[in-house]
């Protein structure tokens, strides 16, 4: 287990199977973004020990997108420690099992085959990728701006990857947690810096790359996002990158 490096003041990000989340730190409280993949499990409590808490302690787990790269831990901390589970209106269904929104590794294997995307995609098998993790119990936020939790998270609705996708800006810290909206490498792709996933991946390409209109005016300097490092940068020059046609 690598440590969380930390991305700015009170946030961490953690990498697990090919996939981030990220630990914002208020004291002795703790906001959690994603919980990577079911495999990822001993490493999700790793990152939150290695920064002297519990799993216990977390107040919640906020969710990006309900893609089992993302959600593996939710419904395991739920049973065993009561951790609840916030997504937007628009994931619940997705987040729930009552709908499916996404590409499965055989999709992938299919087409985008290359030797790397089949090791990818056995890394990924083995850490849980193929299993269906559903939290019946998962809930919405109200309203609009900052999260009443560490962090102050303000959701930002991103659909297109799936249709509840949900950035959070961190104000405070100047950080954007673009989930899947902008990932800045992955495993099916030679492209680095910020970029939009492949477009299998997405429940509806073109609403994706509308979706990422909506970071042009946030105001951070580092990108946190659910594949690839940490990049700094203005959210608008991310999304300028990540639109730029591909060579
Ligand atoms: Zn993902």
Redo the contacts with the bound molecule.
Sequence with gaps: MTSPIQVADGVHLATGTD?NWLLLQDGDALTVIDTGYPGDADRLDASVRALGREPGDVAAVLVT?A?V??VGSIERWWQEHGVPVLVHEDELANVRGERHESATPLDVARRAWRPRTALWAARITRAGGTAHVTAPHAQTWTGEGPLDLPGRPVPVHTPGHTSGHTAFLLADAGVLVT??AI?TAHATTSRRGPQQ?PGF?AADPTLAARSLERFRDLDADTIAP??GPVWQGRPTDAVDHALAPQR
């Design positions: 996939v997108h893609h790269d993302h989930g899947d990932v996933l991946f659910g594949h």
